[in-house]
């Protein structure tokens, strides 16, 4: 039994369908059972499990050969090297009290004593899993490349929007990018490498390079010219806050970016292509499978499909019982399932029905202060998946026809959730829509009643949109439903609602950056 934490992260996704493929005996832990149930093929268990509550570990460990940890939090602030600390060091007592025969750990590559809070605490999580005394296998990995990972999308964002692109000092270090695919070869071949001690592997693809010469590949294969030019006051702040509204990466995921890249992550100790029989793809061909599978509906896996606060956080699935509420009715002359139609196709493009502008106001505020914000929509635009992103929510409970719960991940004074239901009533349905909120002190409070106003107009305009968008595509035939035609003084008038406070950006020096150096794959400066 082959044991399988961060299964719906970006890299975990992936190595699931490949521990699949294989036709091995796969156990998921994962927080929210339900956001892995669609994703996971017959034969594979799923067990609830959060690992910052050791007594909730046991079960999932029962009878495991090799447990794979693929957990790491993108959270800015001091508190995450603390919790992933605590989350590892669960991890490693109950894979010893189990009996696990093997630890495979995906850390990242760096080299150096100054490095940045993230890369520390990777290497922290290292030693802390190793003291275990089950034999742990290590790969740091480079930048990986892939369609759909927050690396690549930052920077197809940026070749494909920006003609003209500054460069900060950051683009210039030297990096050996690597596949996804590659990656997921090398986890899946540690399962089978005879071993007895800890070892630890560094990974990178064949070419060494720089994010400048990844842009300039990813803009030869695009066909596209774009001038590069030296700018001298982009700092590590406003580098994020500028990737922030260029990019679908939002400022905390920026950040650590940019301070993961601070250092050179180029391979020093070969051992792993003499140990393992991989060969890594060059720079050219991992950029063009990325690119064929970004033509695609939706990427096999995205770095957003990971809960944005932290994938270590304990966070309790339901909501608790001091709510404040907002409730909204409405009875509708249709059948449960017909009338949920425009619930389960919201968000994304399709919008929120009312207020659309508002709501895209809010999301670029949330970006702006660390939050997530809009960009990253929703991966299917007709089913709600669970633990899919949906905007700045995130889908906890579907059931079709019937109910749709979202989970707010965007930065409030407290936990927030937005639930609909359609309850049949003869021949008649009725449509309730609930907003809960749960403050976190006197801020969640004042922040919940200072924009009561504002939620009770949203909120009921976006509900009685709903209907009418419901009853429209029963006129209009299947499939031929619209949204209701927007009222222009309605919108300015909510645009003037929907301005909330700022955070104040840090004051910090400029920096002077050097010319774009390119160690191998030149960046095409014009």
């Not at 850390?107 to 490095?115: N, T, V």
């Not at 029989?277 to 060059?282: G, L, Q, S």
């Not at 939050?371 to 949906?390: A, I, K």
Request: glycine share 8%; net charge positive; with cysteine.
């Amino acid at each position: 039994m082959y044991l399988l934490t961060g299964a719906t992260g970006y890299v975990g996704g992936r190595l699931l369908r490949r521990l699949e493929r294989d036709g091995l005996a796969v156990r998921c832990l994962c927080r929210n059972p339900e956001a892995l149930g669609w994703r996971v093929a017959p034969g594979t268990e799923v067990v609830q499990g959060d690992l910052l509550q050791a007594a909730s570990l046991g079960a999932a460990f029962s009878g495991v050969e090799t447990a794979f940890y693929l957990v790491h939090s993108m959270r800015a602030g001091g508190e995450f090297e603390r919790q992933e600390q605590k989350a590892a060091a669960n991890f490693a007592a109950a894979a010893r009290e189990a009996g696990v025969h093997r630890i495979i750990y995906l850390g990242g590559l760096a080299h150096g004593d100054d490095l940045s809070p993230h890369m520390r605490s990777r290497a922290e999580t290292g030693h802390i899993l190793r003291s275990s005394g089950i034999p742990v296998i290590e790969f740091q990995a480079s930048i990986i490349i892939g369609s759909g990972s927050a690396s690549f999308e930052m920077i197809r964002a940026l070749v494909e929007r920006l003609p003209v692109m500054i460069t900060p000092r950051w683009v210039n270090t030297a990096t050996q990018p690597i596949a996804i695919e590659d990656v997921v070869d090398y986890l899946a071949a540690a399962i089978r490498l005879p071993t007895e001690g800890n070892l630890t592997f560094e990974i990178g693809g064949r070419d060494v390079t720089s994010y400048c010469g990844i842009m300039s590949e990813f803009a030869r294969q695009r066909r596209l010219r774009r001038w590069i030019l030296r700018v001298p006051f982009l700092s590590l702040s406003l580098s994020s806050r500028w990737l922030t509204l260029i990019t679908p990466v939002y400022a905390s995921i920026g950040r650590f970016l940019i301070e993961s890249v601070r250092h050179p992550t180029v391979v020093r100790n070969p051992d792993a292509r003499e140990l393992f029989d991989i060969r890594p793809m060059e720079i050219t061909r991992a950029i063009e499978r990325a690119l064929s599978n970004e033509d695609r509906p939706s990427a096999e896996s995205r770095w957003s499909d990971a809960r944005a606060r932290t994938e270590v956080l304990s966070f309790p699935l339901e909501p608790g019982r001091d709510l404040l509420v907002n409730e909204q009715v409405r009875r509708v002359p249709l059948l449960p399932d017909d009338a949920f139609v425009p619930i389960r196709r919201i968000g994304g493009r399709t919008g929120w029905y009312f207020g659309n502008l508002p709501w895209r106001i809010r999301g670029l505020i949330d970006l702006m202060t660390g939050g997530v914000g809009m960009r990253r929509g929703r991966p299917d635009p007709e089913t709600p998946l669970p633990g899919s992103t949906l905007d700045f929510w995130r889908v906890e409970l579907y059931e079709p026809g019937r109910r749709l719960r979202l989970f707010a991940e965007m930065r409030v004074p407290g936990r927030a959730w937005l639930e609909f239901r359609a309850e049949p009533d003869g021949a008649q349905t009725i449509l309730r829509q609930v907003a809960q909120f749960e403050p976190r002190g006197l801020s969640g409070i004042l922040y919940w009643y200072s924009l009561w106003p504002i939620h009770e107009v949203m909120f009921r305009g976006m509900l009685r949109r709903i209907v009418a968008v419901a009853l429209q595509a029963r006129r209009a035939g299947p499939g031929q439903g619209g949204k209701p035609r927007r009222s222009l003084r309605m919108k300015l008038w909510l645009l003037g609602l929907a301005f909330l406070p700022l955070a104040a950006f840090p004051d910090e020096r400029p920096k002077i950056n050097r010319r774009c150096q390119n160690p191998q794959v030149a960046p095409r400066i014009l």
